[in-house]
């Protein structure tokens, strides 16, 4: 028998299975012995309190085998068209398995590496300060979403079926707590896995993942695209759901030079902040002792407008680390990630502020992604090492004299941020802390927190146009992040799922 339960529990009732179980079995009347098992299927932090609770809503199994809660999607052999899938991340894979539900063959087009060799490349530029730019932290297997934080929280519910996302998830591998977790995210450590998984699910079942094959052109016939031209000289033919990711810069290059429709947009760009999560853990908890042994690292989510633009936290990744995320030579991006337990010393977010098209000083198609590569040359002076300036003197305009430990690996310089970002930004998100520090009585706002610069890659620069049946032309689908329509991993997954369905839906009529 099952039998579904809500519950308020203690951090240590949710975090010990026993106790867990005895709490149940009091509840419903029972021998412990009875129970099989007993799993979340929603679950949440109330740290309103000094008394923390877990809350949320428990299946319990009496006397019969625990289940797996998610669905499994079933899939179908390839012996439909075959569909090209530029870009293996979010949007490309899941539009891939979406596919392969349906018996078409998905032809996969990655210029990076595969997610264990790109492991390689990224630490090797943390490490050695070397920049592998077709094989990074943005491209290759899993896309940006490979080596992240894999939150999988979104709040784009109206795109799609978010839990077809997580149980697709599961079903290669992420643990079944990210279906019940308020703020699922599966880990750095976990996710290479499951992308790899993925990987072999689209190939046991008749597609195909080329990797190292760059897409440099499409092919059109008449008012179609036909098909991709790649870097080799390889052409692929079939319809193209191009799913590159916002830092393919080249892509929206030549797709400008061949006449596509592409238009510049808003971003938010600013700093990665990074407290010690201890802070941030005293802080969201109300405790001078952190977290204890049962809660999660902390997290926080700060939003506030400053002059009619928005300053907010992104991103934020609990027991994380800050790492390089650039893909273009002679230019610094940073970034966060964190693993599956969330157990590092540091707290990190991007800090960014809105910044609109008629804040800078380029009004064509390309000019904000040209305004967002010169900040990020602006601000590799000593390689990949980070401008960095503490908290505190940030606020008050003061050059940090010393720097604290970071957990960014390449390493930080002191210098005054204000030196590397523009004043429209710098100026709001000064502002934007003082707002934020006043949210929390003073306690978020520390020297022992400093900023790194430039968060730059909070979304795409330029969208490329599409109609309501997801199309710019018949045969291309642009999807995803890269496209200007998505916005995070399970978003980007949406999309790709979308794009995939409608073309499956115009074949089959
Ligand atoms: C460090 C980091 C941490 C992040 N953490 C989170 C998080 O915790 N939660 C979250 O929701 N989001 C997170 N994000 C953002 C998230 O990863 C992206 O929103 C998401 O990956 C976008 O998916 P996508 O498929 O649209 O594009 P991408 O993931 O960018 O994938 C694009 C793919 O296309 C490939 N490609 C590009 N050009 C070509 C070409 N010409 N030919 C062939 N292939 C090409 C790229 O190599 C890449 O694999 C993070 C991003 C980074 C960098």
Not at 6 to 20: R, Y
Not at 21 to 28: D, E, H, I, Q
Request: glycine share 10%; aromatic share 8%.
């Amino acid at each position: 028998m099952i039998k579904e339960l809500d519950v308020v529990l203690t951090p240590m009732e949710a975090g010990v299975a026993e106790k867990l179980k005895s709490f149940v079995a009091r509840k419903l009347k029972l021998k412990s012995e009875d129970i099989n098992g007993v799993r979340f299927i929603k679950k949440s932090i109330d740290a309103r309190r000094m008394d923390v609770k877990i809350q949320g809503r428990v299946r319990v199994f009496i006397g019969e085998e625990e289940k797996v809660i998610y669905d499994i999607t079933p899939f179908k052999e390839a012996c439909k068209d075959s569909v090209i899938v530029v870009g293996s991340g979010p949007a490309g894979l899941f539009a891939s398995l979406t596919l392969l539900e349906h018996g078409y063959r998905p032809i996969v087009l990655e210029r990076g590496k595969d997610v264990h060799k790109r492991r390689v490349d990224t630490a090797t530029l943390s490490r050695d300060g070397v920049l592998d730019t077709e094989s990074n932290y943005a491209f290759g297997e899993g896309g940006a979403g490979a080596f992240s934080d894999g939150k999988l929280y979104t709040r784009s519910v109206k795109r799609g079926d978010v839990n077809k996302v997580l149980s697709l998830f599961c079903q290669h591998g992420a643990s079944q707590d990210i279906l019940s977790d308020a703020h699922p995210h599966i880990g750095t450590d976990k996710l290479p896995r499951v992308i790899e998984n993925i990987r072999n699910t689209i190939i046991k079942y008749g597609g195909e993942v080329h990797f190292g094959t760059k897409v440099t052109s499409l092919i059109r016939k008449g008012d179609s695209v036909v098909g991709v031209r790649c870097q080799d000289g390889s052409e692929f033919r079939g319809p193209v759901i191009l799913a590159t990711g916002h830092s393919a810069r080249d892509v929206y290059r030549f797709l400008h030079e061949e006449g596509y429709s592409l238009e510049a947009k808003d971003v938010a760009i600013g700093v990665r902040l990074e407290h010690p999560q201890i802070l941030i853990d005293e802080m969201q908890y109300h405790s001078a002792n952190g977290r204890g042994l049962y809660l999660p690292a902390a997290s926080y989510r700060f939003v506030t407008q400053v002059r009619e633009r928005g300053v907010y936290s992104f991103c934020m990744c609990p027991g994380g680390f800050v790492v390089p995320a650039s893909t273009e030579e002679n230019a610094l991006v940073v970034n966060g990630m964190s693993p599956s337990n969330r157990g590092g010393r540091w707290a990190n977010s991007g800090m960014v502020v809105q910044l609109k098209r008629e804040d800078i000083p380029y009004q064509d198609t390309l000019g904000m992604m040209r305004y967002l590569e010169e900040i990020e040359r602006n601000c590799f002076m000593n390689g990949y090492k980070a401008p960095c300036q503490r908290m505190g003197d940030f606020i008050q305009n003061k050059e940090s004299t010393s720097l604290p430990k970071v957990s960014y690996a390449p390493g930080v310089v002191s210098r005054k941020i204000d030196e590397v970002l523009p004043e429209i930004i710098t100026s709001r998100l000064r502002d934007g802390f003082n707002d934020f520090g006043r949210m929390t009585r003073g306690r978020f706002i520390t020297n022992d927190a400093v900023l790194m610069a430039p968060e730059t890659r909070t979304s795409s620069p330029v969208r490329i146009l599409r109609g309501e049946d997801f199309t710019q032309l018949e045969g291309l689908y642009p999807v995803g992040e890269g496209a200007g329509y998505a916005g995070g991993i399970v978003s980007a997954a949406l999309d790709g799922i979308a794009a995939a369905n409608i073309l499956i839906g115009k074949k089959e009529n």
